[in-house]
């Protein structure tokens, strides 16, 4: 039962966050959402344990979907960066707040970019495209994120400092076209770039947001530098070019990995875990 004891160990923070939240806002839904995420995540993780190959689809899937299909167009909570915005300006922990507190400001402290890998609606999708090893070398275009995070706030801005009519029916819309550019982007840039994740990598604005806490991250990849043999599989398997065969934080691109453990299947010396 000991190799069991890291899903459980994620079950019960989410849990944690389930009651706080529920007590604290005296809403059921905090404890029911919670821990339907926290138990899809542990559901994962323990099916990962068994070998499963399809361990990470059935997370991204289970969660990704029940984010973009309930929260979003049966709730119509905007829950993409815009939806965070609109919320902190109305000065209410509800909602989008919440989502990004814990997946994507502090959450990545302890499960770095585990959001991008298991959570995100977007990647669900581009990672069912060809190109699961990136086929050309990363490109130096990581700046768009900027600006694309910096749109996001500038519209939202805009909006309160106009006193829109409708707020809330304008943020319901920005979520439907907001998701409609990105997987619009997200498709082309993998059949162009031939990378299934170049969105991740180049233009999601969240990324703004997980990128610093991740660099602390409790949860990484290790690498055994002593039983590499620099043969390069890891690196080639690597759907965000990571530097895994270092252990040091300071590898390349290491607040990118999303923990999607590509690396650890390919590697025949069993020299990452």
Known sequence: MKKYIPPMLIFGLFETIAVTLWLTKDNLFYLL????????????LALFIRGKAYARRFVQFAVGSYMLIYLG?????????????????????????????????????????????YACWTAMILDL???????????????IRYIVFAVSFAVVTGLFLVKAAKLEEIMFWLFIGGNLLY????????????????????????TVFLKPMSYYSMLRIHCDESKCIHCKKCLRACPMNVEVNCESRKRKNATECILCYECVKECPVKALR
Request: charged share 15%; proline share 5%; hydrophobic share 45%.
């Open 183 to 206: 997987y619009a982007a997200g498709i082309s840039l993998a059949f162009i770039l031939k990378d299934n994740r170049a969105f991740c990598k180049y233009i999601c604005p969240v």
């Open 33 to 44: 959402n919670f821990t339907y995420i926290g138990g899809c995540i542990a559901a994962g």
């Open 73 to 117: 167009l049966i709730c119509g909570e905007n829950m993409q960066i815009e939806g965070f915005w609109y919320y902190l300006f109305l000065g209410v922990f509800e909602a989008a707040v919440i989502h990004y507190a814990v997946a994507k400001i502090f959450g990545p402290l302890f499960f770095g970019r585990g959001w991008c890998g």
């Open 129 to 143: 495209l060809p190109y699961k090893k990136p086929q050309s070398p990363r490109r130096k275009l990581g700046f």
